[in-house]
Each structure stands twice: as C-alpha cells, then as structure tokens.
C-alpha cells in the first residue's frame, strides 16, 4: 500500500472510530435520560396467583399506593399456575426496563427450584432482581378440639408416646403450611401424616370437624375463629421470634423449647434481572414510602403478619438465606410433589 493510500485509510478508520465513539456517547445519554425520566408509561405489575386471594389484595393495596408516588398507572396482571411458577417466569423473561415487576414469593422465589429441579423456566437467583420484601407472616400451629390438644406442650408431650400419630393438613405439597409443618417434625421428632388439600378453607373445615388433626398456616385464616369462645380449634404456638401482636395470647415455640422453629410465608416486589439499578431503586423507594402509610401498616398487622422494608440487597441475603433454608429441608426430608 503506498503513502497516499495508507493515509487515506488511516484517515477512514479515524472517521469510523470516531462516528462509532459518538453513536455510543449519544446511545449512553439516551439511556441514561431514559432511566432519569422513569417512570413514563403505565407499569405492570404481575401476581402468579388468581385474583381474590391475599397476595392479590395486598399487591393491588401496594400499587394504588406506588401509582400515587410514580405519577403514572400500576396495573395489576394475574397469571396463576404452578405454584406461582408460570407468573414468575413471565416477570422473569419480561424486558429489564422497569415497566414489568411483580410479586415474588416464598413458593417460586426459595422452594421450587428444590421441588421442580429442571421443571423451572426460571432461575430465581439469576433471573429475578430483587426490589423489596413488602411482608412476611409467622405460621400459626392450630388443633382441632376434638384431638384433645389444648396448646402447646400437650402437642410436644404426645411425641414421647409411640402409639399416638396425628394427621396434619396442608395447602399442597411445597406450600408453606406443609414444609413449616415439616420442619417441626425435624426438630421434636412428631409423628404426624401429611393430608394435602386445594386451599386453606377446606383444611379449616375438617380441622373445626375433626376429621382434622393439625393445620399450620398464617393467623388471618384462624383469627376470625379464635374469637369465638365455641371455637372448634385452638391455637397451640406461633413460628416467630416473639408473640404476635393479633395473637398476644399464643406462644412461641421458643417458649416452648425450639427457637429453631420459625417460619413465614412472605412476599415481595422482583423485577427482571438486568433491570438498570437506578430504576430499582426508585422502585424501591416508591414501596417503602407505600409501606409508611398508617393506613397500609394497619391494613397488614390486622391479619397477623409484619410490614417489610430495606434495600433490595436486604431482600436479595433475606431470599438467599430462605433458599438455603427449606432446600435443606427439602432434602433431607426427601420431600416431593407426589
């Protein structure tokens, strides 16, 4: 190549260099004042559950309140099925920019992966960003007054007898009311047979008629019972730290000698990952402001449970630290859907 062209070409890939320079520098500014602008259109937020339920109210209390702090609509989509693995995934393959979040939870956020192995579309730890825990609720143990159980240390002094076995419902194989009653088994050594049922109400029901023994779930589905003195259940203790303040009258395992059992069923905000960081933390700070509310704080510890809040890496170590947890259980319980 002689002088004159070897200039002009070096020339040339100066001029592309340069345009390619500057197509990124104006690439990078739009994405930046895109993000700064966020949000400008209507946000979806999904529930992988059927609308009516309780993680649908609360997702729908959640964005009438986000909608008022974002200027813009967050609209409520329910995609049930699986677990709450089928809504899941689709929040997971979702585009990252900030207009598709939805509800993650104990289910398909810590559970499944150990449950469903290569079954999942989704990897929660890779896929999924976490935003904010919003709540969590402590398990409440209750026995069906015919089993003869009044609280606590009856339950535990029937494990020294061999001849005694008790039945326990469930929501399904996985739910948190099975694998929190699971748990206790590991840690006291009770015998109890596992009666899955389709919902918490038709478990309830056989619990009050006593074809039920054992029922283990969150307090808002026995508070209404336990008000009434011709109640057909008692609650025996409470999976958490300290005593609820819904049910100040019900102890905690730990009372009873297993600070180990505690468990909750929780949820909170996910968006997929990739999402930029500046958008998740104006989520994040749109959910905590909305978790502030007196009136959303009092609409959530009425049903027993606990608001959430923090960073999103608090909600990233609390969703690892749960993943770790029942995966454990799982295993060495050899726990299955069949």
Same mark, same amino acid.
């Given at each position: 190549?002689n002088?004159?062209?070897?200039?002009?070409?070096?020339r040339?890939?100066?001029?592309?260099?340069?345009?390619?320079?500057?197509?990124?520098?104006?690439?990078?500014?739009?994405?930046?004042?895109?993000?700064?602008?966020?949000?400008?259109?209507?946000i979806?937020?999904?529930?992988?559950y059927?609308?009516?339920g309780?993680?649908?109210?609360?997702?729908?209390?959640?964005?009438?309140?986000?909608?008022?702090?974002?200027?813009?609509?967050?609209?409520?989509?329910?995609?049930?099925?699986?677990?709450g693995?089928?809504?899941?995934?689709?929040?997971?393959? @979702?585009?990252?920019?900030?207009?598709?979040? #939805?509800?993650?939870?104990? &289910?398909?956020? +810590?559970?499944?992966?150990? $449950?469903? !192995?290569?079954n999942?579309q989704?990897?929660?730890?890779?896929?999924? @960003?976490?935003?904010?825990?919003?709540?969590? #609720?402590?398990?409440v143990? &209750?026995?069906? +007054?015919?089993?003869?159980? $009044?609280n !606590?240390?009856?339950?535990?002094?029937?494990?020294?007898?061999?001849?005694?076995?008790?039945n326990?419902?469930?929501? #399904?194989?996985g739910?948190?009311?099975?694998?929190s009653?699971?748990?206790?088994?590991?840690?006291?050594?009770?015998d109890?047979?596992?009666?899955?049922?389709?919902g918490?109400?038709?478990?309830i029901?056989?619990?009050?008629a006593?074809?039920?023994?054992?029922y283990?779930?969150?307090?808002?589905?026995?508070?209404?019972?336990?008000?009434?003195?011709n109640?057909?259940?008692?609650?025996?203790?409470?999976?958490?730290?300290e005593?609820?303040?819904?049910l100040?009258?019900?102890?905690?395992?730990?009372e009873?000698?297993?600070?180990?059992?505690?468990?909750?069923?929780?949820?909170g905000?996910?968006a997929?990952?990739?999402?930029?960081?500046?958008?998740?933390?104006r989520?994040?700070?749109?959910i905590?402001?909305?978790?502030?509310?007196?009136?959303?704080?009092?609409?959530?510890?009425?049903q027993?449970?606990?608001v959430?809040?923090?960073?999103?890496?608090?909600?990233?170590?609390?969703?690892?630290?749960?993943?770790?947890?029942?995966?454990?259980?799982?295993?060495?319980?050899?726990?299955?859907?069949?």
């Open positions: 190549m002088t004159k062209f070897r200039a002009l070409y070096q040339t890939l100066a001029i592309a260099g340069a345009a390619a320079l500057l197509a990124g520098m104006a690439w990078q500014k739009t994405a930046i004042a895109s993000e700064s602008a966020y949000p400008k259109q209507t979806t937020f999904v529930v992988p059927a609308a009516g309780s993680s649908d109210t609360r997702a729908r209390q959640l964005a009438q309140r986000m909608s008022a702090d974002l200027g813009v609509s967050v609209v409520i989509e329910n995609k049930a099925g699986a677990s693995n089928i809504g899941t995934a689709h929040i997971a393959k @979702a585009t990252p920019d900030g207009y598709t979040i #939805g509800l993650g939870n104990f &289910a398909p956020m +810590s559970v499944n992966a150990a $449950l469903y !192995g290569n999942m989704f990897n929660p730890a890779k896929d999924l @960003a976490p935003i904010a825990l919003i709540e969590r #609720g402590a398990v143990m &209750a026995a069906s +007054s015919k089993s003869g159980l $009044l !606590g240390q009856d339950l535990l002094a029937s494990v020294s007898n061999d001849k005694h076995s008790w326990y419902g469930s929501t #399904g194989a739910s948190a009311s099975h694998l009653t699971e748990l206790l088994k590991q840690l006291t050594n009770l109890a047979v596992h009666v899955p049922y389709k918490g109400a038709p478990a029901n056989d619990l009050m006593g074809t039920l023994d054992l283990m779930d969150l307090p808002s589905l026995f508070m209404g019972y336990l008000a009434d003195p109640a057909r259940m008692h609650a025996l203790a409470v999976a958490a730290p005593r609820l303040k819904a100040p009258q019900v102890p905690t395992f730990a009873l000698g297993y600070p180990q059992m505690v468990a909750y069923n929780w949820f905000v996910v997929p990952a990739g999402t930029p960081a500046t958008i998740i933390e989520l994040n700070q749109s905590n402001k909305a978790m502030q509310d007196p009136s959303y704080q009092s609409l959530v510890e009425s027993g449970a606990e959430g809040g923090g960073t999103p890496e608090d909600f990233r170590q609390f969703i690892s630290a749960e993943t770790d947890k029942w995966g454990a259980l799982i295993r060495e319980r050899n726990i299955s859907l069949n």
